[in-house]
């Protein structure tokens, strides 16, 4: 089956550690994004990645790194700098098709700071 | 600054009740209007992408429908399982960056 899978479902971090979400999918997908879920807000991009070597910042990178060393896989760290890190985190992929991309997501991450 | 506002934020329906969902939207170069569902503790589904004011898409009780300025999200006589956040998304201008609405939060009662 083609999808994408996001491991772990729940992540508990205590204050001061760094912790990794995994993200990957088999689509063939070029794009890979990372957005964060908080009650009440609307999804907010966190890194987004065209090709593999490549990303760029979103709207809410800091406290956050990203790698894209295989196109299937885009892993996220939320770091010790992240001031609010509980929140449940999303992954999607996309590939152009026409004049634009249709983003398809993840199950998702829920990380919540102990 | 692309702007996407949702509402209600909040639809109860009795089952078999019709209504519509709404998404306004400002944006330059509309490239991609997108409207997902989104279960408790899941990940969004994708459901339609309109292209172009005038367009329309249906799959079972949804149809959608978008203008110039606003989609719409129709449900023609619901049942409890459409309950659930409906999303709404604009993806404009040259850059890969979609922009998210807050979601309508859909209960169906039986």
């Known amino acids: 089956d083609g999808g994408i899978t996001q491991s772990p479902k729940y992540l508990f971090r205590k204050e001061g550690q760094n912790v990794t979400l995994s993200c990957e999918q088999n689509l063939n997908h070029d794009a890979m994004y990372w957005y964060r879920q908080d009650p009440g807000q609307g999804l907010r991009l966190i890194y987004y990645s065209q090709i593999v070597n490549d990303f760029q910042k979103g709207d809410i990178a800091e406290g956050y790194s990203v790698s894209r060393e295989k196109k299937e896989s885009f892993p996220l760290t939320v770091t010790s700098a992240q001031k609010n890190p509980t929140a449940f985190y999303l992954c999607?992929?996309?590939?152009?098709?026409?004049?634009?991309?249709?983003?398809?997501f993840g199950p998702g991450t829920r990380l919540t700071v102990l | 600054e692309d702007q996407v506002t949702q509402s209600p934020e909040a639809l109860r329906l009795q089952e078999g009740e019709s209504s519509s969902l709404n998404c306004s939207y400002t944006v330059s170069g509309l490239r991609g209007l997108f409207w997902y569902r989104q279960d408790p503790g899941k990940g969004p589904e994708f459901l339609f992408t309109?292209?172009?004011a005038g367009e329309e898409k249906e799959k079972e009780r949804l149809k959608a429908t978008l203008t110039k300025k606003e989609s719409f999200l129709h449900i023609t006589a619901p049942k409890p399982e459409d309950s659930a956040t409906y999303l709404c998304?604009?993806?404009?201008?040259?850059?890969?960056?979609?922009?998210f609405g807050t979601g309508t939060k859909l209960q169906v009662i039986p």
């Open positions: 309109l292209y172009s």
């Open positions: 998304a604009v993806l404009a201008g040259g850059y890969q960056k979609v922009t």
């Open positions: 999607a992929s996309s590939t152009p098709t026409g004049l634009t991309d249709t983003q398809y």
